[in-house]
């Protein structure tokens, strides 16, 4: 074994025990993390275990002879709920109450534990030697000399140690006198029987609880100490009495006390030993190698296993668990054992065989990545916010009189609730660019949302807030401010690129300015988004200037998914004729809406007719008060011949009519 | 020296600091002109030369006149040359990009990772975030009590709600497992997946901890597969992500759903495993955990474990990203200033 602490701490350390520092003054100390599975390391003797396995050397343990009975001092032990304490161990010791002597007070306090008194202190040096937590009660302080291992009563409450009352119930087991708890059982003992400068007569507790029941109760009363830490995890069963007997051997040494009357030990029924079967072969299956029978033998057994030949068919061990390894129940335990001492470095880096093709990605993941596409492509860069937000940031996201999904046991009123939209997030972060002297924000996110009262579910969802210039900034020509149009052509170019053909109707969205908000529907009308103006009061209530035009889009992932017409199409063939292109100017009355225009001129036009475009919108002089010059230019062309002008001029002339019927609208 | 000398030498310092077309013409003037040029001065004082002397002379005078007029023909000629051509335009002045956005620095990440298990052979799953207590904790050999649940502070939902796969949840996921679960439930092995996605834990928000992260969990399953498999393929991916030069090693650890189970750590780069600040004096950084999956795990989910073995892995993907790029306070990830996220690629 190296004399150096770090080299120590090292080995050990790839064991699987973690270091969290190793101390060299005024002696020695290394302190290890724990994982959860080992509550038998929560002590001296279980690390010397793992040292004695790593440097094969003989584990010398504390001494601990069998206590004599001495008649005198009665003590009535009652275990009234054996599946909440499968075994209970007392014994009565007469005591004198004192002062540690150096050597006990030094290794407490190196070991962080801070020294109070002989009795006080060989409770807790015997817990961190051995790992049994044990707990001493005044003898004389507990009504009719009795201790009773039985649940709470209703309404029953104790005042623990740390002088607080709590109310306890039927879940909770307590170590009771004739009539009232003196203990939590495993987490605390109470106020009433604590040892003083005064007693004369102790009862010293060593018992194993329930884990479950010992955590059960840490929680509700919310009080987690060394005892409970140790029981929660699975105490020994074993080691109750070893607790008692290694406690008398100490006071007998330091001269606290003597143990009177019998040692009691209630254990109604006593575990059996698990024994496991080990095969070489799945050894060598698991770790991809074989270990030599040799090493698999002393490994097991330098870490208190019982291992015995087991042979049949093939090379196996039989191996009896020792009752403080709670961890070990079954044959992958036992080769992680294994694994563990003969060394993770020493087994060879393969590849695993590909047998069969794996299924193609999930489509949702193919879209997503492709609006991340789209977007980044248009000048957004990508956010990332949290799924759970403010409840007056969410609230006006919600649908009409309902609540955000909230989280029970929330970190903080910050993320008090799911967020029903992305926007709150998006919203709140190009506030905080804002405040960093940032005006042109382009920002997005694809994630989960969770709507809002009864309709309140898991959805995906990307969204999007556009604000300030939306021209880059250059020498050459003026700023101009974002407006309804630049977001809605990002969001027809994600309908683009999902295949998904949109119609946009004026949306009384209410976080969205009305006039400036479009709900975004598929063919069939089904709802895909929002897209607009937010209101100012919101984004002015997240630290944005009301005057700041904000401007943000909505869509569902899964709705847009639903709509799409697929990747599976059929590219069209090139146009081989010329087409032949007509403008027209017409006045309309300046509320018409061009999908009401387009869908007149689509429904007048022949097939000839490829494409509506606006390209120029005039109201001011020479244009009558609420009418408006409206430009269009209509491009015809035949799949199959050169088209003529008198048809396009058939054509147009209908169009016109058209117009003029059924909108009033007058050519100019 | 004579007069024609000092001239000349005069011109030739004139000469050399016009740098523009008009100081050339300057110069011209100032030793051409007719009317007080230098060099027409010096013809015109010919008269006072003695009779003898004067051939010479204004055959000096004559020459320095002819070299005059060559050496400002041959700059100019020059100048002409440089001069930019009609519609030329300013190519320092800068140009007009269009505007691209920035990924974010963690699906950045999280594409990369996924590009490498799929060249590996891996399938990526997608997953509900809200889960019930079965899929994200029993399944996964952490029954209720389980001191391990410790691990993972759970955030519960103060009512269930439907998930992204339409069943109750009653909480927020604290890993992807749930998806894993859920894949093994409905398909029979082998199976070959990573499972990315947020996932979110009762954790403070502070420089090294946020409430909600991203994860990166994988699993593979199949007759034969081992520790040895699990060392060879994520030695490989850390290889990759981090650079050929980092060693590797497996440290023995703890988790509920994996036996045995392994700590993978990478040597520090800032450090060259030396010690220093960001490894804790250890020379090694933790970048994720792993294991044999437990036969518990199997059989929750219908799989035969003497027949089947497996591994899985699980990796926080800001903590990668923390030590990949040097990213020294972890809620830099979710303010979203431009100014961080614009020092990421498109």
Sequence with gaps: ?668 | MSDIDKLRQEFERDLAAAATDAALRVVRDRYLARKDGLVSNLLKGLGQVPPGERPRVGQQVNQLKAEIEAALEARLAAAAAARPPAGAVDVTLPGRQPRLGHRHPLTLLRDRIEAIFTRFGFLVLDGPELEDDYHNFEALNMPPEHPARDMQDTLYLAAPIRSAVGSPATLLRTHTSGMQIRHMESSPPPVRLIAPGRVYRRDQFDLTHTPMFTQVEGLVVGEDVSLADLKGTLTAFVRELFGPERRVRFRPSFFPYTEPSAELDISCASCAGAGCQMCKQSGWLEILGSGMVHPAVFEAVGYDPERYTGFAFGMGIERVALLKWGVEDIRLFYENDLRFLEQFPL
């Design chain 1, 1 to 668: 074994m190296p004399d150096n602490p770090d080299r120590i701490a090292h080995e050990i350390s790839l064991r699987g025990f973690e270091v969290a520092a190793v101390e060299s003054l005024p002696q020695p100390v290394i302190d290890f993390e724990i994982t959860a599975n080992r509550p038998d390391c929560l002590s001296h003797v279980g690390i010397a275990r793992e040292a004695s396995a790593i440097w094969q050397l003989p584990l010398a343990l504390p001494e601990a002879p069998a206590i004599p009975a001495v008649a005198g001092a009665d003590l009535d032990v009652r275990l009234e709920a054996p599946d909440l304490c499968p075994r209970y161990c007392a014994q009565v010791f007469e005591i004198k109450v004192g002062p540690s002597p150096q050597w006990l007070a030094d290794r407490l306090s190196a070991a962080g534990v801070r020294p109070i008194s002989n009795i006080v202190d060989i409770t807790n040096y015997v817990m961190l030697e051995i790992g049994q937590p044990m707990h001493a009660f005044d003898l004389e302080r507990l009504g009719g000399r009795a201790l009773v291992i039985r649940r709470a009563s209703p309404g029953e409450r104790i005042r623990t140690l740390d002088g607080v009352e709590r109310a306890l119930d039927q879940d909770v087991l307590v170590i009771a006198d004739a009539t009232h708890a003196n203990a939590v059982a495993g987490v605390m003992g109470g106020h009433d029987s604590e040892i003083g400068s005064s007693t004369r007569l102790m009862a010293l507790e060593s018992a194993y609880f329930h884990p479950p029941s010992v955590r059960r109760t840490s929680k509700r009363l919310g009080l987690k100490t060394e005892a409970s830490i140790r029981f929660e995890r699975g105490g020994d069963v074993g080691a109750a009495p070893a607790g008692i007997a290694r406690a008398a051997a100490l006071m007998a040494e330091i001269g606290a006390g003597v143990p009177r009357g019998a040692f009691i030990d209630r254990y109604p029924a006593p575990r059996i030993q698990t024994a496991i079967r080990l095969r070489a072969s799945r050894i060598a299956r698991l770790l991809g190698q074989e270990v030599p029978a040799e090493a698999v033998g002393r490994i097991l057994t330098a870490l208190g296993f019982e291992v015995a030949t087991d042979n049949q068919a093939e090379t196996a061990w039989r191996v009896t668990v020792p009752t403080f390894r709670v961890d070990v129940a079954r044959e992958a335990d036992l080769i992680e054992e294994v694994g563990r001492h003969y060394g993770f470095d020493r087994l060879p880096t393969t590849f695993p065989v590909l047998s069969a093709p794996q299924p193609p990605p999930p489509s949702s993941l193919v879209h997503e990545r492709r609006v991340r596409h789209v977007l980044t492509a248009a000048g957004f860069s990508e956010a990332s916010t949290f799924a759970f937000i403010e409840r007056e940031a969410a609230q006006p996201f919600c649908a009409a009189d309902s609540e955000p999904a909230a989280i029970a046991n929330p970190l903080s009123e910050k993320f008090a609730v799911l967020r029903p939209s992305l926007l709150p997030g998006l919203i709140d972060s190009a506030a905080h660019n804002r405040k960093r002297e940032r005006r042109d924000i382009q920002l997005y996110e694809a994630g989960s949302r969770f709507g809002s009262g009864a309709a309140a579910a898991e959805g995906r969802a990307v969204a999007l807030v556009w604000s300030g210039a939306a021209n880059g900034p250059h020498w050459s020509a003026p700023t101009r401010f974002v407006d309804f149009f630049d977001v809605k052509g990002v969001v027809e170019q994600i309908c683009a690129a999902l295949a998904v053909t949109a119609a946009f109707v004026p949306s009384a969205t209410p976080f969205l300015v009305r006039g400036r908000a479009a709900d975004v529907r598929a063919a069939d009308g089904r709802h895909l988004g929002i897209v607009g103006q937010v209101l100012p009061a919101i984004v002015e209530a997240r630290g944005i200037p009301a005057m700041d035009e904000v401007f943000a889009a909505e869509l569902d992932l899964q709705a847009l998914a639903g709509a799409s017409a697929g990747d599976d199409k059929r590219v069209e063939s090139l146009p081989r004729f010329p087409s032949i292109v007509r403008d027209i100017s017409m006045l309309v009355d300046d509320t018409l809406p061009a999908a009401a225009v387009r869908d007149t001129i689509r429904s007048a036009a022949p097939p000839t007719l490829v494409s509506i475009a606006e390209f120029d919108r005039y109201q001011g002089k020479g244009v009558p008060d609420g009418r408006l010059s409206l430009s269009l230019r209509l491009t015809y062309r035949a799949a199959d011949r050169t088209l003529t002008d008198d048809e396009a001029q058939a054509a147009t002339e209908k169009i016109v009519e058209a117009l003029r019927t059924r909108h009033n609208a007058e050519r100019r």
